[in-house]
């Protein structure tokens, strides 16, 4: 059986799994909370390339993306700036849903799994 790597390991959760070269996320959320969307989204696909780009892996490698949205009415504005991160050609299959965050300033929450 394979070995199941974690790290960035806190008492709830590991920002980083990795198992039979698949590179499982932690959901990721904005360190600025006073971004609009946009800028939101920005920093969390920030985030997303360094933990990829850390263990070996990039965004043309996402093998699926679930997105959480505090207020779905701000989709077309995610998805601008989605739009212009995503890889041509290499969009992974995706959920984008309404959800209720941790706290109200976070107006976004994405989870990736990832090809090594």
């Not at 008492?11 to 799994?17: A, D, E, G, H």
């Not at 933990?51 to 505090?70: N, P, R, T």
């Not at 299959?93 to 989870?111: H, M, Q």
């Amino acid at each position: 059986m394979s070995e199941i790597q974690r790290y960035r390991v806190g008492q709830r959760y590991s920002q980083v799994t990795i198992h039979q070269g698949v590179i499982y996320l932690a959901g990721q959320v904005a360190s600025d909370v006073t971004q609009d969307v946009q800028g939101q989204t920005r920093q969390v696909l920030a985030s997303v390339d360094a933990l990829l780009s850390e263990h070996g892996s990039d965004k043309g490698k996402l093998l699926s993306c679930q997105i959480f949205l505090s207020d779905m009415s701000q989709i077309a504005a995610m998805n601008e700036v989605w739009d212009a991160w995503v890889v041509p050609g290499q969009a992974p299959p995706r959920a984008t849903v309404g959800a209720a965050l941790a706290s109200a300033e976070k107006l976004i929450e994405i989870v990736v799994t990832a090809a090594r």
